[in-house]
């Protein structure tokens, strides 16, 4: 799977597929950290010696990553998603982001005919931020969906920084406009919630609100995600997160066609 873009006045060809391989994978975790802890601040124990953003989730998982074919070093992942099957969690001890929300209302997405799909660790180096990068690595989503019987897809999604009161208008504006049905909405373990104080409707803007949500949020509601209850500090990351939740089924029109491969 391929896709053109320009980055720095050249064109450049991106190519996408799943990891297959340790050196694959190493590519992967260097590429998180150069995102994650030299850009956004993270810290970490795991791999700090030899820059390398690893969990013990890592050999769990599929890894989608998308290649620069034609960047000057040679080819070079630019761009990554981690994906987690219910199937396999349930075999090794669960979900990555359990250990910051109950995720037990999501157990009835099975019985409406399809597995969990949990989504994390997305990130992409800045100069290739572009839609042509973000539409590549959704079409790669759709692809294992439909390879995989994925029923819904949920996962965190990040805020910038640790402290929630910075981004209560758009922290109220998610929980008023997009939270999720009782029956499928996760809530964040109450010993881990992040202190903050929502704004009543009317209180904020709610366009200036949603412009201030990060850009992953944005493209979740965009295909129709929902969010579940609470937010999460999480200080090793230096973020605050919010669950989002997507069932397959409910995508909006306008984006089902990337989540319909098989059909």
């Not at 991106?14 to 994978?25: F, Y």
């Not at 493209?219 to 973020?239: K, P, Q, S």
Request: proline share 6%.
């Amino acid at each position: 799977m391929e896709q053109t873009t320009t980055i720095d006045g050249t064109k450049r060809r991106l190519s996408l597929r799943l990891a297959r391989s340790e050196d694959d994978l190493a590519a992967v975790q260097r590429l998180r950290w150069d995102v994650f802890f030299d850009e956004m601040g993270a810290t970490a124990e795991v791999g700090a010696a030899i820059g390398l953003d690893a969990d013990a989730f890592d050999p769990l998982c599929d890894h989608l990553l998308v290649t620069d074919e034609d960047a000057p070093e040679g080819p070079s992942v630019i761009g990554t998603y981690r994906l987690l099957r219910e199937s396999v969690a349930r075999r090794h001890g669960g979900f990555y982001s359990a250990s910051e929300f109950d995720l037990g209302p999501l157990g009835t997405a099975l019985g409406q005919g399809g597995e969990l799909l949990e989504l994390g660790r997305s990130c992409v180096l800045p100069p290739y931020r572009t839609s042509a990068t973000i539409s590549l690595l959704w079409r790669g989503i759709s692809d294992y969906i439909a390879c995989n019987g994925i029923g819904l897809l949920f996962g965190c999604a990040s805020f910038p920084g640790t402290d929630a009161q910075v981004h209560a208008a758009g922290l109220s504006y998610l929980f008023d406009n997009h939270l999720a049905p009782a029956q499928l909405c996760p809530r964040v373990l109450a010993e881990r919630a992040a202190p903050w104080a929502p704004l009543a409707p009317g209180n904020y803007d709610p366009r200036r609100a949603v412009m201030a949500l990060p850009p992953l949020v944005k493209a979740y509601l965009r295909v129709g995600a929902m969010v579940g209850e609470g937010v999460f500090a999480d200080h090793a990351f230096n973020t605050v997160d919010v669950c989002v939740v997507m069932p397959v089924e409910k995508i909006t029109d306008r984006y089902a066609a990337r989540f319909s491969v098989a059909a």
